[in-house]
Nanobody, 126 residues
Framework: QVQLVESGGGLVQAGGSLRLSCAAS????????MAWFRQAAGKEREFVSA????????YYADSVKGRFTISRDNAKNTMYLQMNSLKPEDTAVYYC???????????????????WGQGTQVTVSS
């Protein structure tokens, strides 16, 4: 059983930065596709970014491309999301998710992931 724990959320002004972390335990982290999703109040959960276990190929939603950077440290079983130039519309609960191999071309769908963290709140004030 894989356990995921997010941290790093908080309140920040528009234009500011935050770095989210997702610590994993209980699985073969380096082999998993890892992803970040977010869910704003009253809205559906949406894809933010993903990173493959093999090769570290990254994927981004258009809304965050150029502002957010996903990365992973397999030695520490940890994934990160560096968020720069934050906007009020980035306000949401951010969740990390994990998918065991094989990689799925539906990496941007929540149903493609087997494991989820509890979420961390990010609030961007205008």
């Amino acid at each position: 059983q894989v356990q995921l724990v997010e941290s790093g959320g908080g309140l920040v002004q528009a234009g500011g930065s935050l770095r989210l972390s997702c610590a994993a335990s209980g699985g073969t982290f380096r082999a998993y596709t890892m992803a970040w999703f977010r869910q704003a109040a009253g809205k559906e959960r949406e894809f933010v970014s993903a990173i493959r276990g093999v090769g570290g190929i990254t994927y981004y939603a258009d809304s965050v491309k150029g502002r957010f950077t996903i990365s992973r440290d397999n030695a520490k079983n940890t994934m990160y999301l560096q968020m720069n130039s934050l906007k009020p519309e980035d306000t949401a609960v951010y969740y990390c998710a994990a998918r065991p191999p094989p990689f799925s071309t539906t990496y941007n769908y929540p149903k493609s992931y087997n494991y989820w963290g509890q979420g961390t709140q990010v609030t961007v004030s205008s």
